[in-house]
């Protein structure tokens, strides 16, 4: 559904091994940057997944959306973000992680030009990223913070037609009208947004970033608190968002989410841990294994996984279960399987082990951690 109203409206580290293995065998106005009602609602700044060979050759081969060198934020004497340097491709939907306080908010304030860097340099939408440049970058981009900020007196009509006006948006009627239709939302448009649950607020938040048609969208946790349901809606409507082409910079704690939607993540913990597709990480940080579990123990497990094609080498892990690190497990599955049942073994279940986005994130912190404690 979701994917058929934004084309309307869009019409125009070091590898880790396994351990104890044994070897050897295998136009916004300027003005218009922060506004106050009675209400507290601030106001907002500014106004597909590519597939296959040829989507990402035209990635690479477009300059990027997004390029930041050497980045870094002080605030006083502390320091939010140090010594940044990424790039996002045009139509890429990028995962920015990290823990509270890692600097994720405020590389996202910097890039919208609501603060300015201590140093670095960075192009947004093809633009620099300097004082003088601000209101051109804010009219090709859109941030969608955390909180809602919505008029919540106001219906969610009068929402959008305040800050279309402050956009300057031409057609402002017909904007408002594709952008509810959009997110799913022509139905309450008369409601007072007060009136609105917290996921049908931040679908009209969603609505008021689409209003200008920005090339980049900066999505600041965009289901945080949200019901699973609610969740899966902003999921759909960023696949279709993706689909058109739109540069979705995306912060978020939630690692599934981010697994399921991210074409590359980078993780922030005030400097840049890792950046890369989720696979790549994966790879990175952790040797690949096979689990195998047998009836009874193997009486020497040694002799049977000797000199196994693509076996670097194994562990026991319980009475009857035996961890193999495997360079290839396409290669090493055959193999093991024939090597147990020659050896008599009743085979219970050989698996590949599958580590998640969570546990390369983990490992990452976790690893800061140790070290800020040396």
Known sequence: MFSILISIFFGKGPRRGVHGMHRGVGPARDEARHVNS?????????????????????????????????????????????????????????????????????????????????SGSATVAGIPLTPENGVEIRRRISIMPESPGLYLRLSVTENLACFADLYEALDPGDRIDRALRAVNLADRANDACGTLSKGLRQRVALARALLSDPQVLFLDEPTSGLDPAAARDVHELIDALRRRGVTIFLTTHRLEEAERLCDRVAIMNTTLRTIGRPDELRDQLFARTLTVQTLAPLPDPGRVFAGLPAVDGWHQDGPAVYVLAVSDSTAAAPAVTRALVAAGADVLSISESHHSLEDVYLELIDQDQEASRR
């Open 38 to 118: 009675n209400d507290g609602a601030p106001g907002l700044t500014g106004i597909g997944r590519r597939h296959g060979d040829e989507a990402g050759r035209q990635a690479s081969a477009d300059p990027p959306a997004i390029e930041v060198r050497h980045l870094t934020k002080d605030f006083g004497g502390r320091t939010a973000v140090a010594d940044v340097s990424f790039s996002v491709a045009r139509g890429e939907v990028f995962g920015f992680l990290g823990p509270n306080g890692a600097g994720k908010t405020t590389t996202v304030r910097t890039l919208g030009t609501l603060v300015a860097p201590t």
